[in-house]
C-alpha cells in the first residue's frame, strides 16, 4: 500500500484488518469480503485449522480401523520349539498349507511360531507352552525328540488314538513315537505308554539332518481334529 510518495510498512492486504471489519464476526467479515480478499481471510484464518481438523480424523479413524477391524481366525497354530527355521522356510510352510487347505486370508490364519526356545529360556517357554495349550489355542507341537520326551510326560500331548482315523492311524504306525504318562509321584504310570507323536523325517518341510529326530505331536488342548489330518496328509502326500 503506498500514500503518496512512500510506502507503508503493511501490505496490500493488510486492509482486511481495518476498521472496516471491527466488531463483526468471522462468518460476517468472509460474507463482507469479494475476490482475492476472501481468499487471503480464509487462507490466514482457516485453512491450516481445517488441514489439522483433517489429519487428527484421519489418524483417530486409521486407529478405529485397525483396533476394531475383525483380527483373522487362528485356524491352526504350530509351535516349534528348539528349532531354527529361517523366515523363508516358515513363510513357506504356512503359505502352501494354506492352499492346501484352501482358507480365506482375510477370515482366517495359519500360524508356525518358532519362538520356543526351552534350551535357552525354559521356564518362560514352558510358561507359554503350557498356558497356549491350556486354552486350546496350539494344534501341533514340532520339536526334537528329546523335547518330545519330556512334554508328553507331562501330558503336554494327546494320544493320536483320538485324532487320527483308523485308517490313519494303520498308515501312520511306523512313524510313531511312544511315551508313558508320569504320575503325581513324578513316577511314570505302568501300561501308560501310547503313541503321542510321529516322527518327521522325509517330510520336506522339516529340518532334515538336525542332531537327533524331530517329532510332531497334538496339543492336548486342540479339538480340531480335521485340520491336524490335513496338515498330517500335506506333510506326507
Known sequence: MQIGNKRTALKDNAALYTHETDGLTDKEIMKSLKGRKKWIQFRDYYLMKIIAIMAVLAFVGSLLYTVLKPKPKTIFYAAVCDMTVDLENRDLIEKDFQEY?????????????????????????????????????????????????????????????????????????????????RGDNGEIIPDSEKAYGIYADGCRYIVQGYKEPIVIAVSAGWEDNKIITDFIEFLFK
Open 101 to 181: 487347505v484352501g482358507i480365506d486370508k482375510e477370515k482366517e490364519e495359519i500360524l508356525f511360531d518358532n519362538a520356543y526356545y526351552f534350551e535357552t529360556d525354559e521356564v518362560s517357554s514352558q510358561q507359554k507352552l503350557a498356558v497356549y495349550t491350556a486354552v486350546g489355542q496350539i494344534s501341533v507341537a514340532i520339536m526334537p525328540e528329546s523335547r518330545f520326551k519330556q512334554l508328553a510326560e507331562n501330558s503336554f500331548f494327546k494320544p493320536l488314538s483320538e485324532v487320527l482315523s483308523t485308517e490313519d492311524y494303520l498308515k501312520l504306525t511306523k512313524r510313531f513315537a511312544m511315551s508313558g504318562i
